[in-house]
DNA sequence: ATAACTTACTTGTTTAAACAAGTCAATTAG
DNA sequence: CTAATTGACTTGTTTAAACAAGTAAGTTAT
């Protein structure tokens, strides 16, 4: 038997909106475990782990003895936001921004020591090193270094790179990416930024840089995103206790 | 009974120093769920909820009918970083750098509709409003622009805030804090930032704003931290998780 | 009147069991 | 020899139940 969704996804997703949309207060008291219960004929373990993606999500707040608090607050969607894995296209699209992706590089190399020690490549791997520059409404924001497993995507071609290469490796090649570590810094910005990327005032950069792992614990990606500080935001949302299994 | 710690608690921290400790090796997988639970004498549950937790913090990686991949690898730690709700002292200490907290300036004002607008909190809310300098080892890094709500902390005054803000909210008023929203962006630096940070050729900050949550779902704490790009340093992991919207 | 104690909620933690589903190697049928 | 099947693993999802523990309001005893 093919689950269509899992339930406790649906749960949260139905009760996500409901938040979102204002249908349960600010600042009151969301339904209790057991009236969700009721209403969604579920479990109780089901109910709490939508409840755990809320949290994770800052929408909601439990207390013990007390309830689950809501205490969503819609955010400005002025600029290119990230904090989830999403590829620069996915994030253009949900915000409603027209972008494009143009390759300005693409090269095959072997990681050497420097390399491998900057990446966490092992020495020798063969890697593609891409340059790609994303626009934004017209104009280039996002100077982006890769360093891609060969062995991981032999076929890849510029043209490929130019579209959506997440897309490329989970549809075509039926990759599943998993996991991914990023680093935020501030980096003084370099020619090759400047080359590309008209800074205006700014001397810097917003750099992001990514691993990304495949479902095999592979790490098949090294990306340094290197953006435009005016249109850079990243939004977070931090838990201090752990919520729910898995 | 009171328990000494969750059960879940424990095992995710053995595991986690074992992974740390290279005790299990990169790349290969961890004993299995049946086995973890016969040496940990736990319950299936209690045994993926410790994973769960290793999962987020991208130390291994989960995949259905194989097993948990070790995908941990070791980071610099070089600078000041971030990721967890961490106060300015607890990082400093865990990461064995000497860091002092001078106040600046300790006002009280009511917030008008620019600050409700950029903070979040109701027009008309009394406020702290503090400045504070952080030095990392004898140096100016971290410009810090809190408002605080005065009503959650009435008896604040300069003095405290110069110690250790969050260790007086939780251990002198045991207040809880449970959920913090944060911003992180790129700004050019004010005549305000360099007054107090040395920022040499940089002409920008690195600037997280923080939103901070009470248990009762109030926020008691808007923060702004301008950092010294050179110094900071943001690090994250992000599971993918197929959500669908409905 | 006030302090202490019930009581009826609420969420938090853990266990147990059943079934779904992915993976891989050994076995079997062609 | 090759392809399909089986079986023995693995993790993923859901339900059910029991008990712990925090909260708030009502009740009782002083």
């Known amino acids: 038997m093919v689950l269509a969704a899992q339930k406790f996804l649906q749960i949260y997703s139905v009760l996500k909106a409901r938040v979102e949309s204002g249908e349960y207060p600010v600042g009151q008291l969301l339904p209790s475990e057991n009236t969700l ?17 809320l949290v994770r999500d800052g929408y909601v ?24 894995i999403e590829s620069f296209r996915e994030t253009a699209r949900r915000t409603g921004q027209k972008s494009t992706t143009r ?32 626009d934004l409404n017209g104009r280039p924001i996002i100077f982006n270094i890769s360093y891609l497993r060969e062995d991981c995507m032999p076929r890849l071609t510029p043209e490929i790179a130019s579209g959506s290469l997440y897309r490329y490796l989970e549809e075509e090649l039926g990759m599943v990416i998993v996991t991914s570590k990023r680093t935020i810094t501030v980096e003084p910005a370099t020619d090759l930024d400047r080359r590309w990327i008209d800074l205006g005032q700014y001397n810097c950069m917003a750099v992001v840089t990514n691993q990304a792992y495949n479902s095999q614990g592979v790490m098949f990606e090294y990306t340094q995103s290197r953006h435009h500080p005016a249109i850079f935001r990243f939004q977070d949302n931090a838990v201090r206790r752990p919520v729910q299994d898995l």
Chains 1, 2 share one sequence.
């Open 61 to 84: 707040q439990t207390r013990q003895g007390w309830g689950v608090c809501n205490i969503f607050h819609p955010i400005e969607q002025t600029s290119y936001t990230m904090g989830t």
């Open 103 to 134: 390759v300005e590089s693409f090269t095959r190399i072997q990681a050497d020591q420097a390399l491998a020690h900057q990446t966490g490549f092992p020495v020798g791997t063969p890697l593609f090193c891409l340059w790609r520059i994303h």
């Open 37 to 53: 219960i009721t209403e969604f004929h579920c479990s109780r373990n089901t109910v709490r782990r939508a409840i755990g993606e």
